[in-house]
């Protein structure tokens, strides 16, 4: 495994970060407690998810709970990230990033994670509802009450970034050191301006649906009907994202790994990780199987030639 600096703190997180909002929903609990397991026997330490996830209509367990039980006994060998501030009930307190929202929310984490402190607190999503300062002061106070190790964001724009940094600058908080956007050849629209900031300023940036949901794992081709377990089956919604511009890209990008003796996940996640400004991806998995392929990206050896043939094949995608 690889490990790098989560922005310009300390931390050492590793670049291949396991993703886990599959968990309690698309794939059951044994298995993704195995998942777990299987990821920090690699050298995993990173683990991503969120307090709400799996927000799906098959949810059996939250993935929280799954990880607080998977981690028992190794608690020290993870580095556990989770969210606040999506829609958790139908109060109405009981969304946003409010104070009130963040202090409820971390506590119920923290029981169901069963741990007294979240290394990685992320907010979920920029709230134009809720003063800035109220939420960084609320995770401030986290940080303070040793509740709370390091800060971050998700779903956050540059400018959203920016002005948060400013804000905590201002008022002495803790600042957000780590960013979740989406990412992947599918998707690329972060790197005009998000990398440069987050470059600029050391921010971290650990970035989710690298493999586009499973599209750029070629599962899924060109006017043929998903695979029966897919999660264009079992996920409603999903499928919509399978339009004739993915999976070309998906086409193509199958060309180049066969060429290089590789499979589709491990060249698309190869290429992620090593993209300038990226800390880490989190890479989600139904199966042990999927889990074993993507991992041997960390160390798949990549010529300047092939990265440079996937940036070109992933340009049009910079912009949607
Ligand atoms: N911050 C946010 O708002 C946000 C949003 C979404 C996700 N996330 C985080 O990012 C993580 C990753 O996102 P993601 O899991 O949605 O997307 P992803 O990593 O791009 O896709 C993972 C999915 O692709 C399929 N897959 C993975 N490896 C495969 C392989 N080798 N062969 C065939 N299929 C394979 C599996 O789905 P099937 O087997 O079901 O087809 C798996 O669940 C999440 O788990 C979560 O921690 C954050």
Known sequence: MQYRQLGRTGLRVSVFGLGTNAFGGRADEATSIALIHHALE????LIDTSNRSPATPTMTELSETIMGRA???RRDQ????T?????TGNGPNDANCSRWHILQEVERSLRRLQTDHIDLYQIHWFDPTTPLEETLRAFDDLVRAGKVRYVGCSNYTAWQLCKALWTSDRHGLARYDSVQPAYSPADRRIEPELIPLCLDQGVGVLVYYPLAGGILTGKYRPGS???QGSRARTQPGFAAQLNARN?????????LAADVGATVAQ????????RPGITSALVGATTLAQQEENLRAVDLPLSEGTLRRITELSDPFVAF
């Open 78 to 81: 993870a580095i556990i990230a």
């Open 42 to 45: 690699h050298g995993v330490n």
């Open 83 to 87: 969210k606040c501030g999506k829609k």
């Open 71 to 73: 981690l028992r006994g």
């Open 247 to 255: 999976l070309a890209l998906a086409v193509e990008m199958e060309r």
């Open 225 to 227: 009907e998903p695979p």
């Open 267 to 274: 060249l698309t996640l190869a290429w992620v990780m090593r």
